[in-house]
């Protein structure tokens, strides 16, 4: 009964960083899918997010402002509008110019926009890590009270239920509305539905917006949940997220999902059985393995190389 | 026009200052346990709204400005001159080649203690770039954790000295020779993979080894590193004031010259030096062989190489394990000069700094490598109160690079043999 009740734990513990690995890994699969492109910057997105809602609740509580809802839906505001501008211009100032070229151009010119977006939030806020105040606190318990007992934080239950909630409308989005259904046919054809009267720099430019606004939301959600952040936090997690979309098959949005949870999931299990130190070893040599044996992931299309 | 002009300027100057404005003008702080926030400096916020003016105004008047640049006369009166002739370059390279090479030998004895120690880093990273040159200049792989091999150099010399009190002229063939053996062991899975994938792949080799080499405490030492790592010595006779090891003569014994201990630091300089030296004729004779030229037709098109009978993985493989050879000769004389190494010393941003110099000095072209590995190395250390806007620069520099001279300062050139005319 203990192990088992360890096990749930850890199940617990996994699918909550999976689903918010999952959020943004949405960012990296989507612009992967339509410009075939590595958004190396990703991850100082999300950090930027996360520093931008610790901002807005700082200054919130300055005014003494404390109504939970309130202080929750402007952090997230706040943090989604400046991600967003973020992701707009990278993808203005460091991927357009670059776009069509060389494989490796872009790459090099994201993994510059990475540094840059790093040391810019170091130099303006400094390298020491920020305590994240816990603003819901409290949960669920499971088990005998004299032995280990399984807990659901509401924090977790929030992630879980925003996770799914960003996820439902993204898929609206792509499937319903009006730009979602022009990203699928640019991420099918660039040339053709420029042809076709697709503004194409539009939709590239909203795709990266809907990711950096993804991101932004895990970065209130992660950046609460563990504590504390710093000026290097959005790099390992931009690499696990990276992972995880690579893992669902790069370029889906399902894929991204599935394999920001096994993830998740995977990692926990290394913490809770192993060590936690191993745990970065285990994620990336999951994607080492599966670059290997199945480079298109688990739901993604197999590539067939044009001459 | 005009007005759509205005709309465009007004939505990029807003955008402007959403990201600025909240990193840059307001500052977290932490009071005790609470955090607190302080609006920063006026002379921030000022600049911040003079560069959403600045991008007000560039956008409105975009079309006329781009317009009256390109009216501009040149700013480079050499700009569409003729290529040199080859022979000519070539002779002027060598030149320039042997003008640094001399230069370089006699600099360590005009200038101060701590300028030969830096001149000493700027060779290891001379020896880096040149090899990171190999991997992503000339083969076109990106690799991302090439400071893993690096480590691997360091670390075999640090546990080799400490284990079994290796010294450092065995312990740098052997170092090399682990670390193109770790680049072998790793190229031989990840080959097929295609660029970018390759990228991300190598990327987590490099951290996997740094978790590694900083959990492994039983070995390494974890983060306290591994100290004690003796210095080189030259036919054995050492360098310190005192002799470490039994049957050994110190050097100013020997001379008859009184003890100086910049003596050290002059001969590890030298060492690095020719070390250096031989990477870069090994790698420019590797250049004109058959294995350098299958390099670069793999880097430009690896369907066509492959079908004129190019052994794929063979052809990466070699670059890869090359590449990291002299990442571990970098690494063995970076090691005996701190005489301690920590894993703090591999992190990412070194992989990120040798890329940068490598793409800054125009890929697979040794010479613009070289003098990129110097500006890159010196230009912080001139400028130390911008020290700590180095990354920041670097970053943008990159950006910059790619948008503008994909190239490189320096492009490579290729060798090519002229026809003659036929009489």
Avoid at chain 1, 49 to 71: C, D, E, K, Q
Avoid at chain 1, 104 to 122: E, K, R, T
Avoid at chain 1, 134 to 162: C, H, V
Avoid at chain 1, 271 to 295: A, M, N, Q, T
């Amino acid at each position: 009964m203990q192990d088992l009740l360890y096990f749930v734990q850890q199940l617990i513990n996994g699918l909550t960083i999976g689903s918010a690995y999952a959020l943004i890994a949405i960012g990296y699969t989507m612009v992967y899918g339509i410009i075939g492109m590595i958004n190396f910057a990703h991850g100082e997105v999300y950090m930027i997010g996360a520093y931008t809602a610790l901002i807005a609740i700082t200054g919130l509580a300055a005014f003494g402002i404390a109504w939970l809802p309130l202080v929750l839906l402007v952090a997230l505001v706040c943090a989604v509008i400046v991600s967003s501008a973020m992701g707009w211009a990278v993808e203005r100032v460091a991927y357009r110019p670059v776009r069509g070229r060389h494989r490796l151009i872009p790459l090099i010119s994201a993994i510059g926009m990475s540094i840059f977006l790093q040391n810019y939030v170091h130099l303006a806020q400094g390298s020491r890590n920020m305590g994240f105040p816990l603003l819901i606190e409290g949960g669920f318990r499971f088990g005998a009270a004299d032995s280990f007992q399984t807990s659901i934080s509401y924090m977790q239950i929030t992630i879980f239920i925003t996770t799914l909630v960003c996820m439902t409308a993204l898929s609206l989005f792509i499937s319903r509305s009006r730009t979602g259904r022009a990203c699928r046919a640019v991420s099918q054809d660039l040339g053709m539905s420029n042809l076709l009267g697709i503004d194409t720099n539009k939709i590239i430019a909203a795709t990266f917006v809907i990711g950096a606004a993804l991101a932004a939301v895990a970065g209130l959600l992660l950046g609460m949940y563990y504590g504390s952040i710093d000026p290097l936090f959005g790099f390992i997690a931009g690499l696990k997220a990276f992972t995880a979309a690579v893992l669902g098959g790069i370029g889906s949005i399902p894929g991204a999902m599935l394999g920001g949870i096994i993830l998740g999931i995977s990692e926990s299990m290394t913490s809770g059985y192993l060590s936690g130190e191993y745990k970065d070893v285990v994620s990336f040599g999951l994607l080492i393995l599966i670059l290997l044996f199945k480079p298109t992931g688990l739901l993604g299309k197999p590539e067939v190389e044009k001459i | 026009m005009a007005t759509q002009n205005i709309k465009h300027a007004l939505f990029c100057a807003f955008i402007t200052l959403l990201i600025s404005f909240p990193i840059l003008g307001l500052n977290l702080e932490s009071a005790g346990t609470t955090l607190e926030l302080t609006g920063a400096d006026s002379a921030t916020i000022v600049a911040i709204l003079v560069a959403a003016i600045v991008v007000f105004l560039f956008q409105t008047f975009r079309d006329s400005i781009l317009t009256a640049a390109g009216k501009m006369p040149k700013l480079n009166r050499w700009s569409d001159r003729q290529p040199m002739p080859q022979e000519k370059r070539l002779k002027l390279e060598n030149l320039f080649m042997t003008l640094i090479m001399i230069s370089a030998l006699i600099w360590p004895f005009i200038v101060s203690r701590g300028s030969v120690d830096l001149s000493t880093l700027v060779l290891i990273y001379v020896m880096l770039a040149l090899g990171l040159n190999v991997v992503v200049g000339l083969a076109g792989l990106l690799d991302l954790g090439y400071v893993a091999f690096y480590a691997v150099g360091a670390y075999t010399f640090a546990l080799l000295s400490q284990y079994l009190g290796v010294s450092f002229w065995i312990a740098l063939p052997a170092g090399a020779l682990l670390a193109a053996l770790f680049g072998l062991a790793l190229g031989f899975p990840v080959l097929r993979l295609r660029g970018d994938y390759l990228a991300i792949v190598t990327l987590g080799f490099g951290e996997i080894i740094r978790i590694l080499l900083n959990n492994w405490t039983s070995l390494t030492g974890g983060p306290n590193g591994i100290g004690g790592i003796p210095d080189p010595t030259l036919f054995g006779m050492e360098f310190g004031r005192r002799i470490k090891e039994e049957g050994n003569i110190s050097f100013h014994d020997f001379f008859g010259i009184p003890y100086d201990s910049t003596h050290k630091i002059i001969f590890l300089y030298l060492i690095a030096l020719v070390l250096a030296f031989i990477s870069f004729l090994a790698i420019r004779r590797l250049m004109s062989m058959p294995v350098g030229r299958s390099w670069e037709a793999l880097r430009e098109d690896e369907i066509a190489a492959r079908s004129l009978g190019l052994s794929r993985t063979g052809v990466k493989l070699s670059a890869f394990t090359i590449g990291a050879f002299f990442a571990g000769f970098a690494g063995t004389v970076f090691a005996s000069k701190q005489g301690f190494i920590s894993p703090e010393s591999f992190v990412f941003l070194e992989s990120a700094i040798v890329l940068a110099i490598v793409v800054l000095g125009g890929m697979g072209s040794q010479v613009g490598v070289i003098l990129a590995a110097i500006a890159v190395t010196i230009l912080p250390e001139l400028a130390r109160e911008f020290s700590e806007y180095r990354m920041l620069i670097f970053g943008a520099a990159m950006v910059l690079m790619m948008v503008w001279r994909p190239q490189g300062l320096m492009p490579m050139r290729r060798v090519h043999i002229n026809l003659q005319k036929q009489e």
